[in-house]
């Protein structure tokens, strides 16, 4: 069926297929509160990782914390159930850590590290795995940030 077919159902194009360009990887890391102040890696599991193959940043983050709430059923740790959990996504595409031209520290979403330590050129970007991690560490703002309650980890572990 052609683009023009689904248009004329209402239907439309998927996100995905409208979208031109390479396929986009995110770079996520989980994090764990015990108040919702003071954030940590959530040790129990690997803390960090990449996704493909989704539209955008909040669908990852709804899916690592789908994941997350799996693996911490499955596990049985009643502890987990008082915990605060944070995901941070960055779409790698936009996620540059410094601009080797100017030195400031800027990154291509707009905003600013703040933090010292070399710049990354755009050309290393296709060489280096920025995890979720390092892009914290250096003052990357993430694309969402996904957060959830004690109560709303009970509801989705608990069912």
């Known amino acids: 069926m052609t683009d023009d077919a689904l248009a004329a159902l209402g239907l439309g194009r998927p996100a995905e297929a409208a979208r031109a360009g390479p396929p986009l990887i995110y770079a996520y890391l989980v994090q764990v509160s015990g108040d919702g102040t003071r954030w940590g ?19 990852v983050a709804c899916r ?17 159930h008082r915990m605060w959990f944070r995901v941070d996504v960055w779409t790698l595409t936009t996620a540059t850590v410094g601009d080797h031209a100017n030195g400031n520290g800027a990154h291509a979403n707009g ?33 969402t940030v996904e957060i959830r309650t004690p109560a709303q980890v009970r509801h989705e572990i608990d069912g």
């Open 111 to 143: 905003g600013s590290s703040g933090q010292g330590g070399p710049p990354v050129r755009a050309d290393d970007l296709e060489t280096i795995a920025l995890s979720g991690r390092h892009l914290q560490s250096r003052g990357v703002p993430p694309d």
């Open 64 to 80: 690592v914390l789908r994941r997350r709430f799996l693996q911490v059923r499955a596990d049985g740790d009643q502890h987990r």
């Open 41 to 59: 890696a959530d040790w129990t599991e690997p803390s960090g990782g990449f996704e493909h193959d989704a539209p955008d940043a909040t669908e």
